[in-house]
Nanobody, 118 residues
Framework: QVQLVESGGGLVQPGGSLRLSCAAS????????MSWYRQAPGKERELVAA????????NYADSVKGRFTISRDNAKNTVYLQMDSLKPEDAAVYYC???????????WGQGTQVTVSS
């Protein structure tokens, strides 16, 4: 059974930090590119950050470049999103996504809420 379980969301003040984790199981994690998406109320889901299977290449939305860092630990089947200098506009539900680069198969987590407010 495929599972992507996000954790680490919560309430943080502007300028603060959070670290999201996504624990994967039920599929060959190291063969999948991993991404974090987010969706704010009334807005479409958007790509925040992505990392290749080996972690050698990362990509970020312009809105988070220099503030967020995606990483993965293939030994622990986990992908992380370190979020620093958080802004109110970063508030959203954050979703973990796994995508097989060759066959395009995708899996989604259930999401974790991030609230940025004073």
């Amino acid at each position: 059974q495929v599972q992507l379980v996000e954790s680490g969301g919560g309430l943080v003040q502007p300028g603060g930090s959070l670290r999201l984790s996504c624990a994967a199981s039920g599929f060959p994690f190291s063969s999948y590119a991993m991404s974090w998406y987010r969706q704010a109320p009334g807005k479409e889901r958007e790509l925040v950050a992505a990392i290749t299977t080996t972690g050698s290449t990362t990509n970020y939305a312009d809105s988070v470049k220099g503030r967020f860092t995606i990483s993965r630990d293939n030994a622990k089947n986990t992908v992380y999103l370190q979020m620093d200098s958080l802004k109110p506009e970063d508030a959203a539900v954050y979703y973990c996504n796994a995508r097989h680069p060759a066959i395009g198969r995708r899996y989604w987590g259930q999401g974790t809420q991030v609230t940025v407010s004073s």
